[in-house]
């Protein structure tokens, strides 16, 4: 099963949605328990890091999760639960989780493209260019195929961990991390096929991940 992480923060449902279009166990929890006996976790959101950050700490599901994250439960960020996997952000200049490197910046509002200014927030459909196609959330997924953005925040992870970029109006770290702790600034849940294949990935490394652990135990 995969833990979906509420913590008033946006977009659970839509994650349980497309979950259950592709017959994948998931639940919507912030039980501890939950979370900790979950094949892995998808930490969602929609909203303001600050807001996040203060309900994360008084629920102690901040040092929860840098727990879980610590001992291999993978993890999948998405959009705002992307962005406070980092250090800092810009936005309400929040301290955050610090479980990956980096931090996470306000576009420039002179940002533009071609000599055109471009709005903010980045809104809409979006080719991701993906630089490590080895990577098991990128299974099935072509280089160059359009995702769904809705932000005006973006992350800027140690460019090491960079697993694939987009452009708006400059380049930016669209999906980081490392083996089984990755983090997308897009919504998989509302990017079509490519999205649910994305999705889908991560449930089977999930699940892989899973029996693995439990054959060393058995053995």
Request: glycine fraction near 10%; proline fraction near 7%.
């Amino acid at each position: 099963m995969l833990a979906i992480l509420d913590y008033r923060a946006g977009n659970q449902t839509s994650v349980l949605r497309a979950l259950s279009s592709l017959s994948l166990p998931a639940r919507v929890t912030s039980s501890p328990a939950d979370l900790a006996s979950a094949s892995g976790i998808i930490f969602p959101g929609v909203g303001a890091a600050g807001q996040a950050m203060g309900h994360l700490r008084a629920t102690g599901l901040d040092a929860l999760l840098r727990s879980l994250t610590a001992s291999g439960k993978p993890l999948l960020g998405v959009c705002l639960g992307c962005q406070i996997l980092l250090e800092r952000s810009e936005e309400n200049d929040t301290e955050t989780l610090g479980i990956l490197p980096g931090f996470c910046r306000r576009f420039d509002p002179a940002l533009t493209d071609g000599g055109e200014p471009l709005r903010i927030p980045h809104m809409g459909w979006n080719a991701l260019h993906v630089r490590q196609a080895d990577c098991p959330l990128f299974d099935g997924i072509e280089d160059g195929t359009p995702f769904y953005f809705v932000h005006s925040y973006y992350p800027e992870p140690d460019p090491a961990l960079t697993l694939a970029s987009c452009r708006y109006g400059s380049e930016f770290a669209a999906v980081f991390g490392r083996p089984g702790l990755w983090a997308a600034q897009f919504h998989p849940e509302k990017s079509g096929p490519a999205g649910l294949r994305l999705l889908r990935n991560f449930y089977d490394y999930c699940h892989a991940d899973c029996e693995a652990r439990h054959a060393r135990f058995t053995l």
